[in-house]
Structures are given as structure tokens and as C-alpha cells.
């Protein structure tokens, strides 16, 4: 299993390979991958649609309607 960190990248776009690797591209690379972890913040849902607008098998879910995901600000209080 190779793994691979880019650190400071920014996401131009994602795509599903033949064999259902996501692929995501950032800054002249391809990076395939099996799994995503998404650390981008107040722009994780930007990625998100990326990946889920690129995945064609979601069209037999939910009647073949996709569905942008939102992003809502909420107010935290961490305090014990």
C-alpha cells in the first residue's frame, strides 16, 4: 500500500477511475487514491462535490438525482 501526503495543494478537480480509485488533481498531480481524507476546512464541502459530482455510480441512487452538498455555519462553545 503506497501512501502519499500533499501538503499546502489545492484540489482542482476529481474524477472516478475505471476500477473506482478517486482521483484527484492538484496542481499538476494525479493522485489516486482509495480513500480521502478531506482536511480542507471551511472549503471541505467544495471537495466533497467535487468527488460526489464525479462519481457516476450515485446515479442509480436516490432516482439518478445528485445532490450538491451545503455547508453550514454553526456556533461552538468548547468548554468543559
Given at each position: 500500500?503506497?501512501r ?9 478537480g ?24 478531506n ?31 451545503r ?10
Amino acid at each position: 500500500m503506497r501512501r502519499t501526503l500533499a501538503l499546502n495543494s489545492s484540489v482542482v478537480g476529481a474524477s472516478i477511475g475505471q476500477n473506482g480509485d478517486i482521483i484527484i488533481e492538484s496542481e499538476g498531480m494525479h493522485l489516486m487514491c482509495d480513500i480521502v481524507v478531506n482536511c480542507a476546512g471551511l472549503h471541505a464541502h467544495a471537495i466533497a462535490n467535487m468527488i460526489s459530482m464525479a462519481d457516476t455510480k450515485q446515479d442509480s441512487v436516490c432516482g439518478g438525482t445528485r445532490i450538491a452538498l451545503r455547508q453550514y455555519y454553526v456556533k461552538g462553545n468548547y468548554t468543559d
